[in-house]
T-cell receptor
Framework: KQEVTQIPAALSVPEGENLVLNCSFTDSAIYNLQWFRQDPGKGLTSLLLIQSSQREQTSGRLNASLDKSSGRSTLYIAASQPGDSATYLCAVRPLMPNTGNQFYFGTGTSLTVIP | DGGITQSPKYLFRKEGQNVTLSCEQNLNHDAMYWYRQDPGQGLRLIYYSQIVNDFQKGDIAEGYSVSREKKESFPLTVTSAQKNPTAFYLC??????????????FGPGTRLTVT
C-alpha cells in the first residue's frame, strides 16, 4: 500500500523567506500527485497537480517538482507571506489503484510565516 | 459559482443516533468521494462513487453508508455502528474519464461531534 510522508510536520519562517516543503512516497508507480492547502477548520484547496509524465508545475509563487524514481516531490514557495500560513498536504494517486482512483494523503506540514 | 457545498458546517449528535451529512456539487463531476480527517492523521477514504447508482467502499467504510441517486449529490450516513464517529468529514469530486479520475476538488467540510 502506498505510504506518503511529509517532513517536517511543522515549519516557521520569517516573512520574505523562500522555503521548500517535502513529500515522499513509497511506490513510484503513480498516476499523478496533487498539492493542497488547508486553513484551520476548512476544506482543502488544490494548489498544483503534477501528472506522472511531468517534472514540475508552477502557479504564481508556487513551484512543485516531481521525481518519481526517488519517490519525492517538493513544493517551493517564493517570498513567503503571512497569508501563506496554513497546512500543506500532498496526495498521490497510484497507477494501479486497488480501491478505485483514490488519493493517498500525507499528514501535512503546518507552515507559519512570521511577519 | 461552481463548487462543492457541505452542510451543516457543525453537527452534534448523541451516541447511538444515525446522522446524515450532505454533499452537493455543481461541477458536473462524475466521481465523488468522502474522506475522514482526524488530528495527526492524513485523510482516509470512506466511500467513493464514479457514476450514479454505483459506489465502492474505501479503506474505512465500516459504520458508514452512502447513496448516489443523483450526479450532484452524495450523502453520507454515519450510523450508530461507527465506533469513533467524532471527526472532520470532507467531500470531494473530480472528473472521471475512461475510468481514471483527475484533479480532486474539496468541499468546506462538516465537523461532527458525537457525545
Amino acid at each position: 500500500k502506498q505510504e506518503v510522508t511529509q517532513i517536517p510536520a511543522a515549519l516557521s519562517v520569517p516573512e520574505g523567506e523562500n522555503l521548500v516543503l517535502n513529500c515522499s512516497f513509497t511506490d513510484s508507480a503513480i498516476y499523478n500527485l496533487q498539492w493542497f492547502r488547508q486553513d484551520p477548520g476548512k476544506g482543502l484547496t488544490s494548489l498544483l497537480l503534477i501528472q506522472s509524465s511531468q517534472r514540475e508545475q508552477t502557479s504564481g509563487r508556487l513551484n512543485a517538482s516531481l521525481d518519481k524514481s526517488s519517490g519525492r516531490s517538493t513544493l517551493y514557495i517564493a517570498a513567503s507571506q503571512p497569508g501563506d500560513s496554513a497546512t500543506y498536504l500532498c496526495a498521490v494517486r497510484p497507477l494501479m489503484p486497488n480501491t478505485g482512483n483514490q488519493f493517498y494523503f500525507g499528514t501535512g506540514t503546518s507552515l507559519t510565516v512570521i511577519p | 459559482d461552481g463548487g462543492i457545498t457541505q452542510s451543516p458546517k457543525y453537527l452534534f449528535r448523541k451516541e447511538g443516533q444515525n446522522v446524515t451529512l450532505s454533499c452537493e456539487q455543481n461541477l458536473n463531476h462524475d466521481a465523488m468521494y468522502w474522506y475522514r480527517q482526524d488530528p495527526g492523521q492524513g485523510l482516509r477514504l470512506i466511500y467513493y462513487s464514479q457514476i450514479v447508482n454505483d459506489f465502492q467502499k474505501g479503506d474505512i467504510a465500516e459504520g458508514y453508508s452512502v447513496s448516489r441517486e443523483k450526479k450532484e449529490s452524495f450523502p453520507l450516513t454515519v450510523t450508530s455502528a461507527q465506533k469513533n464517529p467524532t471527526a472532520f468529514y470532507l467531500c470531494a469530486s473530480s472528473i472521471s474519464a475512461g475510468g481514471r479520475s483527475y484533479e480532486q476538488y474539496f468541499g468546506p467540510g462538516t465537523r461532527l461531534t458525537v457525545t
